[in-house]
């Protein structure tokens, strides 16, 4: 009877939503009485003629919720929500001090950078600098990511070192 307890006790989840619907996911779950997070930060844009404080999530598109495990496919029929995120056909679970840890660091004032998740073989795109919009694969990950840029014409394939900050997944 162990999983029947583990099913009823509250834990974290995460949860897929549609680009830039984070904010309506969250609204709509509290609605429905569950208790969830998004995490926040601010960043000051600057624009031509201002400068202006933006929010923004730090995990675009992914939003924390604590539910009993069975009650997911309640989260699930949530406007906005494409997905619930699991790892061998089971929910996946967020560990209480993982969310701790991330209430602290924004609370306390640091400032986080969410970056993307990469495993060799990825394509991956160039957003900023001199190279943005160049198309590769992750072909190795230290401290930078490793971008393998193939360029066809010639059959030859380059192999550049690149922040991880510097690529979007394609």
Known sequence: M??????????????????RHEKTVENELHKKGFEVYLPILKERR???????????????????????LKNSLFVLQTMGVVKVIKFGGEVAVVQDSSIQAIKLMIEGGYS????????????????????????????????????????????HSVSIHIERGYLKPV
């Open 2 to 19: 162990k999983v029947d307890s583990e099913q009823n006790l509250k834990k974290w989840i995460a949860v897929y939503t549609k680009p």
């Open 46 to 68: 600057k624009w031509s003629d201002r400068k202006k404080w933006v929010e923004f999530p730090m995990f675009r598109s992914y939003i924390f919720v604590k539910t009993e």
């Open 112 to 155: 986080p950078e969410a970056t993307d998740f990469f495993i060799k073989g990825d394509p991956v795109e160039v957003k900023e600098g001199p190279l943005k919009g160049l198309i590769g694969e992750v072909t190795r990950i230290d401290d930078h990511d490793k971008l393998l840029v193939r360029v066809d014409a010639i059959q």
